[in-house]
Each structure stands twice: as structure tokens, then as C-alpha cells.
């Protein structure tokens, strides 16, 4: 009988613990849905790494959440802001070890294309496109060796296909660029241990949101009630840690059905 755990790097126990003995890197991880994928994978026995922008408060809130879960994995901060992707690759040696990417950050611009500006533009793909990119490119390597790996990408509400967008545009398409990031990462990690998947969520409800756009997007949401979070992380971190990875190379719409 074949072991189903040969070639998959350090030993991890299954079931209630799937990623014991694994690291991830959760950019973006201090808020909002970052905040519930880093729940998500402490809850699973992970180690994490969490990246947050410019709140040391929202920070360490977030490591007190997870050493206090209570399972033993290693919680550790990185407050970088972040204005391009060599802004972190130079700081990813030091890191040590990743076995798991989640780059939940994800800049937004409401704007209607003749009002967005270049620099908007440049922002925009850099943070949205170019930072996961370059983030996978730098990271696989090493995951295929070990023989194990794991990225999970977020783009935007319903940017799983070719759209038109009203009022964001250069979001939707940096966004909806990560769906060739995550099919290609997919087919070149499939035979090296490494998945990928691409959630694109509904409309959730952050500590972001201000009260105006809270109850706008409500209005458009199912049964007007905005996802939450942890109904995202879960879900998304459950496909994660599944193995083998058979969910890779999906690209997801996590939004219950909604409609725009
Ligand atoms: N929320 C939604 O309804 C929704 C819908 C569809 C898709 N998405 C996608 O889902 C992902 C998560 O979205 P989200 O709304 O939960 O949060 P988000 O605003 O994209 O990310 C919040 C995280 O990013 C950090 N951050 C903010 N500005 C930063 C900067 N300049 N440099 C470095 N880090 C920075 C925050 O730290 P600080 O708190 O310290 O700033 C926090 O850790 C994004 O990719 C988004 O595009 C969200």
C-alpha cells in the first residue's frame, strides 16, 4: 500500500488538525477577511505569519486572537505598508520557511474609468496583481522542492469571468488578471504537492466598511444580509487544507448566489 503522506515535506496529523506542522505568510491578515483566514488556519493547527499595513493595534489583536485559540501553532506579526512587491520580497528571506501564501490584501478604487488616474492605475495593478504574482513566483520554488505548498489568492465580487464594470474597473481588472495566476500556478504545482485556489467573494461585512456603504451594499446583497468573514475563511481554508489539493486551479464565487 502506497503512503498517501510520501513527498508531502513535514509530517502532519490529519483530521482535527490538518495543517500541523505547516507556515503561512497571510498578507493582509490583521482585518477583515485576512483576520478569518488567519482564524481559520491557526484553528487547523498552522503556524502563521501575519502581515498587517498600519495598525500595530489591529495587529496584535490579531495575535492575541490566535495564540489564545489555544492549539499550540506559533503566531508572529509583520507591520509593512506596503506601496509595491518589493516592498515585501526583500523582507521574504527573513520570514524563514512559508508554506502556505494567502494574500488578502486587496486595494479598492470606486471610480468610473474617466475619472481613475494613472497613478491610480499603477496602484492598483501593482497591489492587486503584481504583489500576489510575485509572491507566487518568489514562494513556489522552494513549496515544490518540499513537495508541499498551498496559495490562496482573493479577487474581486464576481470577478470569476470577462466583465463590465461601472464604477471600478481598474480593480475588477487586476483582479480578474489573479484568474490566470492561480490556473497556471495550478497546472505547475500539480506535480510537486502545491495548489492554488482563487475566492472571490461576495459582499462581506468588515470593520472597513463605513455606515453609508454598509447599508448600500446590504440593499444589494441576498435577503439583505452581508456575508461574514469567517463564512468566507472557512470555506476557502477548508478547500486549502484539503488532501490532495483537489480544488486547485478553481476559481471561486463565494457570494450566495448574489446578483448585480
Ligand atoms: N470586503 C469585501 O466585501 C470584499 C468583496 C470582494 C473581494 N474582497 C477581497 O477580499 C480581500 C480582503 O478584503 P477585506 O475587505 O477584508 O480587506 P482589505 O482592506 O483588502 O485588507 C485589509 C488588510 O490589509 C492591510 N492593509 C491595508 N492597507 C495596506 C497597505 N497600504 N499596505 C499593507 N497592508 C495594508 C490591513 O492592515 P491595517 O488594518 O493595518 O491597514 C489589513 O490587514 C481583498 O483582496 C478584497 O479585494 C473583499
Request: glycine letters at 14%; hydrophobic letters at 45%.
Amino acid at each position: 500500500m502506497t503512503d498517501p503522506q510520501a513527498g508531502l515535506g513535514p509530517s502532519p496529523s490529519a483530521g482535527r488538525f490538518p495543517l500541523e506542522g505547516r507556515r503561512a505568510l497571510v498578507v493582509g491578515g490583521s482585518g477583515g477577511i485576512g483576520r478569518a483566514v488567519c482564524r481559520a488556519l491557526a484553528a487547523r493547527g498552522a503556524a502563521v505569519v501575519v502581515h498587517g499595513g498600519s495598525s500595530r493595534a489591529r495587529l496584535d489583536e490579531t495575535l492575541a486572537e490566535l495564540r489564545g485559540l489555544g492549539t499550540a501553532a506559533a503566531a508572529e506579526g509583520l507591520l509593512l505598508p506596503l506601496r509595491r512587491p518589493s516592498d515585501l520580497l526583500g523582507r521574504l528571506e527573513g520570514l524563514g520557511r512559508i508554506d502556505i501564501l494567502v494574500c488578502a490584501f486587496g486595494p479598492f478604487v470606486r471610480k468610473r474609468l474617466v475619472d481613475t488616474s494613472a497613478a491610480e492605475w499603477e496602484t492598483l495593478a501593482l497591489l492587486d496583481l503584481a504583489l500576489p504574482g510575485a509572491l507566487c513566483s518568489a514562494l513556489l520554488p522552494a513549496m515544490a522542492s518540499r513537495g508541499w505548498g498551498r496559495m490562496l489568492l482573493f479577487g474581486g465580487t464576481r470577478t470569476d469571468a470577462i466583465r463590465s464594470y461601472a464604477s471600478n474597473a481598474a480593480y475588477a481588472a487586476a483582479k480578474t488578471g489573479l484568474a490566470v495566476l492561480a490556473k497556471s500556478l495550478a497546472a505547475e504545482g500539480a506535480g510537486s504537492g502545491v495548489g492554488c485556489l482563487l475566492v472571490c467573494p461576495g459582499l462581506v461585512e468588515t470593520e472597513y466598511l463605513g455606515e453609508a456603504e454598509r447599508s448600500k451594499l446590504q440593499e444589494k446583497a441576498p435577503r439583505g444580509r452581508l456575508l461574514t468573514p469567517e463564512e468566507i475563511a472557512e470555506t476557502a481554508v477548508g478547500l486549502l487544507a484539503a488532501e490532495p489539493c483537489v480544488a486547485s486551479g478553481a476559481v471561486l464565487n463565494l457570494d450566495g448566489g448574489l446578483a448585480l
